[in-house]
Structures are given as structure tokens and as C-alpha cells.
């Protein structure tokens, strides 16, 4: 997941962006699920940012559509 954050062109993706990079077209939705748990993981140890409209949300509170990214390199 991190290795496909870095090699977007965009700065954040959106869970099913992330499990067709790594699935394909082939049963890309039962990633969804492990996506959504690593982010958590990765997010509460600082690797990962998890934004819902646009802005930083609290990786254990959080609902609905969401979108991925690396943490800013400033």
C-alpha cells in the first residue's frame, strides 16, 4: 500500500484505487477491508494520512469515503 501511495502521480487514492494497483481487475473489492485496517494501523503510527474532504481525520473515528496519502516530506 505505501509503495503504491509513493508511486502515484496524485498526492492522495481512495481505497479502491489502492486494491485494483495491487489486485488488478480480479477481486480487488475483497481488499477493501484489509486496506481500510492497515491504514488505521499505518495512520496511528504516523506513515499514512487518512483524509475525508480533503482534510486529516483521527484514524479511529472516522467514516464514509476516505482517501489515503504519505505524510508531507516539508
Not at 477481486?27 to 506513515?47: C, D, E, F, M
Amino acid at each position: 500500500m505505501l509503495s503504491v501511495l509513493s508511486g502515484a502521480d496524485r498526492k492522495t487514492l481512495g481505497a479502491p484505487e489502492i486494491a485494483h494497483a495491487i489486485a488488478g481487475a480480479d477481486n480487488w473489492h475483497a481488499l477493501l477491508s484489509p486496506i481500510r485496517k492497515a491504514a488505521v494501523v499505518l495512520a496511528q503510527t504516523g506513515r499514512l494520512i487518512i483524509y475525508r474532504h480533503g482534510k486529516p481525520v483521527d484514524p479511529k473515528d472516522f467514516r464514509g469515503v476516505y482517501r489515503l496519502g504519505l505524510p508531507r516530506q516539508d
